[in-house]
């Protein structure tokens, strides 16, 4: 699918999306970069086409990036909004692994726009051609949305390659007549309409409509609830596709009909609402006789199943299903499911809607025939007409246009034959509405997401005939922990710890093998330590990940000195604090 919800690798047959509402998707990776000691790569992911000015208010598009996810992970930055600090999983687990490795640079609109995800702030952002090695002032993307990923190497912590990256980034033209306007008429991934053939006061009451709220009952919230707006585009649109499969793709998310006014010799679009007539039939006006049809028992659909992209799980695929209930059935009617799909929204309220509309549409079942004049040539599928027949014993009676097209008798004269469904007020009703909470997380905990150890507890046996420390710790309480790291460093005159210099002291596993315990205590013994003073901390990793480092002990004073009589009156037993411990010496006394 080349409208990308996933990362694209490298190819010229590659097209760039474009980007309507608020969408989580991945990019195309459209350039590669190493540097020159082979530890960093740098990679250009294009995103979206950039969109135009919006018709509802001439102003131009804005683009936010909301949130960056790479391995399914959401990353939390640093506070320059482009180094990566930690990744979050979907049930709120921590993995600082990564931190200060990985860099995301964004881009809105070109080489020359940069920006930082939501919520973050940065004044000093270098243009493309400064980050990416080998871009020059020409290197422009331009109307591209787009990200820079440096990836610096460290296979201790698994950082060897690009991984999975995704995007959450919101366009705000999203309002389902600024989204048609926008892909007629744009001469680089729309139809190149010229505006003189767009019917704009039909996209302005579309928009319009749209904008309406609907009330609908909340699983968690309870009755009540209001959606704000009614008809959203939130979605890619795959640019591989004709441009007419994409305009009617766009309308029917926007519940509406696409439509060519051979008349007004324009394009439009008719709402699917409530309405009134806007031409009236009877025998004065109809050419012939009238054709009635209805939908066969067998072919009633009685439940709908809508497939879409629900924003609540980053745009992973859901459905609702709705049934009609046993009491409104036919008496023998069958079980029969209509099943639709809309690519272009990602709210569960306004997918229920529309399938409620297209399920209750599809029962209304009585279908007529018939030919007009030429005069009715102005009349367009979608909109609302009234029939009167003596026969049919209907004075008014309302349907809605399905087709109207032309035709030619053997004299060469022109009329209309037009094909209408059953109108019914009701199939617009927004009672009933539900929504569903939908949630990601998934109860599994990452491998990478290791929790810190407690502070460690040193004990001091320097008079001994194996003079040594005790080093008792906590485990993680969260992880996968294969390994238990001991770090010490012995910059003791350094107060800022990340400017200290550790060494790797040792490390153990559990003692039955596999992973250690969460919260577990684990105690060791250390004997190969010189005179020195000291800090120490311990962290947990896996084959896959490391964690992050626990609180540094209190500072340790240790000088071993080897007896030759492991314990007398003279030992002297050290706690981690410094402070001699007093058993021996009230034994001593007692003796």
Known sequence: DQGVKLQIKP???NKIPVLYGTSFFGGIITDAEISSDNQTMYYCLTLCERTGTKLSDSS??????KDVYINDQRIVFKSDGITLDYVVDRDGNF??????????????????????PDGYTNLALDDAD?????????????????AIIEVN???????????????????DMNDPGDVLYDYMKDTVYGAGISTTYIDTTSLSALNTYSLTSVTFEDEASGPGQTLADRYQINGLIDTTKDCLTNLELIASNGGSWLSFNIFAGKWAVVINKTGTSVASFDDSNILGEIAISGTGLQDLYNSVRVEFPNRDLNDTADF???????????????DNTLNISYDLLNEPVQAQLLGLIELKQSRVELIVNFRADYNYLNIKAGEIIDVTNTNANWTNKLF????????????????LEVTALEYDANVYSVADLFRYTRTNANGIITIGSIGAPGTPQVTKFERDSRPRIEIEVTAPSSGLVEELQYWVTNDTTETNDDLRSYRLLTSVLPAG???????????INYDALGAQDFYLKVRGINDFKTGPFSPVSGLVDYTPEQVTQGVDDNTSIFDGLGGIATALGLLSLLT
């Open 320 to 334: 609702v299903k709705i049934d009609i209930p046993a009491s409104d059935r036919n008496a023998n009617e069958v």
């Open 513 to 523: 093998g596999g992973v250690f315990t969460s919260g577990e205590t684990v105690t």
């Open 400 to 415: 809605r246009v399905l087709s109207i097209s032309e035709n030619h008798d053997d004299d060469g004269a022109l009329s």
């Open 95 to 116: 993995d600082t692994s990564a931190s200060g490795l990985i860099k995301v640079y964004c881009y809105d609109n070109g080489s020359s726009n940069p920006t930082v």
């Open 153 to 171: 190497y460290n296979r201790e912590k698994g950082i060897t390659g690009l991984g999975d990256f995704k995007f959450e980034i919101e366009n």
């Open 130 to 146: 400064v980050v990416m090695p080998g871009w020059g002032v020409n290197h422009d993307m331009t109307n591209l949305v787009f």
């Open 60 to 65: 131009a598009s804005a683009y936010t990036f």
């Open 11 to 13: 190819s010229t047959a």
